[in-house]
């Protein structure tokens, strides 16, 4: 079945520095969707990409569609102590009716 | 997240009893499911429905069942509860788009 694997799963970074992480597929995704979820509450779209190649940007955060269909990756760029959370990256499954596959998440802590 | 409403946030019970979990939403979205969450596994979809009165499984519908007898209600029954349900539980709604979801239901079965 389709499946998704984040990395890494988890990162310990100072504030201020920029994060990256990735998501990879064994098989094609027409849509990637990156997000994130805080302590105690339910996961809240960050960004949705829509088209190999797109590069997309929401504030300090900036995902990229990979070329293959095959991955996509999020990037955020000078850390504030508010981007402490689970990053999750899903994607619909072929069959439909809107159904998600998501990844296994990447826990971002950042050091004070 | 105001769109998207569970109840209860916590439960507690002892192996072998039953509970519903409820799940409400206000945007009229045709769409939407039951989700668990457990330690580095992210979330597998139970059950989900694709309109008023449809239901169907996902990944992981073992010992669990659903209804959806009002577009804005979907609800979650644990029959038996097993300690392999220990779990946080997550709804969400869609309509032709991302989903949406609720802050979750913490339940621990002992």
């Known amino acids: 079945g389709q499946q998704l694997n984040q990395s890494p799963q988890s990162m310990f970074i100072q504030e201020g520095e920029d994060v990256s992480m990735n998501c990879t597929s064994s098989?094609?995704?027409?849509?990637w969707l990156w997000y994130k979820q805080d302590p105690g509450e339910g996961p809240v779209l960050l960004i949705a990409?829509?088209?190999?190649?797109e590069l997309t940007s929401n504030g300090r955060l900036t995902a990229q569609f990979g070329i293959t269909r095959k991955d996509s990756f999020l990037n955020i760029s000078a850390s504030i102590p508010s981007d402490v959370g689970i990053y999750f990256c899903?994607?619909?499954?072929?069959?439909?009716?809107?159904?998600?596959?998501f990844g296994q998440g990447t826990r971002l802590t950042i050091n004070p | 997240n105001a769109g998207v409403t569970q109840t209860p946030k916590f439960r507690v019970l002892k192996t072998g009893q039953s509970m519903t979990l409820l799940c409400a939403q206000d945007?009229?979205?045709?769409?939407m499911y039951w989700y668990r969450q457990d330690p580095g596994m992210g979330l597998r979809l139970i059950h989900y429905?694709?309109?008023?009165?449809?239901?169907a499984k996902g990944e992981v519908p073992d010992g669990y069942n659903v209804s959806r007898l009002k577009k804005q209600n979907f609800l979650l029954g644990l029959e038996s509860a097993a300690p392999s349900q220990t779990s946080v539980y997550f709804c969400?709604?869609?309509?032709?788009?991302?989903?949406?979801f609720g802050d979750g239901t913490r339940l621990s079965i002992l």
């Open positions: 899903a994607g619909p499954l072929i069959q439909g009716a809107q159904k998600l596959v």
């Open positions: 098989s094609i995704f027409n849509t």
């Open positions: 990409l829509y088209k190999a190649g």
């Open positions: 945007m009229n979205h045709e769409y």
């Open positions: 429905s694709v309109g008023e009165g449809t239901t």
């Open positions: 969400a709604s869609a309509q032709g788009e991302p989903q949406h």
